[in-house]
């Protein structure tokens, strides 16, 4: 039987057996290599996955803080502002209320003073007709006009004054407002 196999046709089977048997192993080997690599590369890719979640996951937790810290940012700023303005119409309703007061004293003195233009109370010397005192002036020369309510434009012009002084004051103060200071920063 061994010459039998020993022809040509023989070898040529035992040569293609062989060689399938090599090409068998090449592919066996080949299939270890390409089986590990794509493990690694499921790793690889499930890595990747994760990292993905991660940055997901923090940029939300990013934007969430930054939301929060946006809406107490938001809410200083208008205590801030509230109160400024607060500060502002008070001071401005006390001022005004002073000028107020102080333009009715001195309606009462001016109106005092046209009742008895020498400033005196009686006259010294009984019998004698009053001295005329200082210069006759026609009335209402050098005073301004009295409106309805009797407030006179000195009053008007000084209410406006006080007003625009204080708004002045308050545009100034709601500028120096920073809305980009966080809470801990000093101003």
Not at 117 to 139: I, K, Y
Not at 167 to 181: E, K, M, S, T, Y
Request: hydrophobic letters at 45%; proline letters at 5%.
């Amino acid at each position: 039987m061994i010459p039998r196999l020993l022809n040509i046709q023989g070898i040529a089977g035992i040569a293609a057996a062989l060689a399938l048997l090599a090409m068998l192993l090449v592919q066996k080997i080949e299939t270890r290599h390409w089986r590990k690599q794509s493990g690694e590369f499921e790793q690889l890719y499930h890595a990747e996955q994760n990292a993905f979640v991660r940055t997901v996951a923090d940029y939300r937790a990013a934007a969430a803080a930054a939301r929060a810290a946006d809406l107490a940012a938001a809410e200083r700023v208008r205590a801030e502002q509230r109160t400024i303005t607060e500060r502002i119409a008070n001071d401005f309703a006390t001022r005004l209320a002073a000028a107020r007061d102080r333009a009715e004293r001195l309606r009462i003195a001016a109106g005092a003073a046209a009742s008895d233009p020498c400033g005196r109370a009686s006259p010294p010397v009984s019998g004698l007709p009053a001295a005329a005192c200082g210069v006759a002036q026609t009335p209402g020369k050098d005073r301004l006009p009295v409106q309805a309510g009797g407030s006179t434009d000195a009053l008007i012009a000084t209410e406006q004054a006080l007003q625009l002084d204080a708004l002045i004051r308050w545009v100034r103060a709601q500028a120096g407002v920073d809305p980009n200071r966080t809470a801990g920063q000093p101003d």
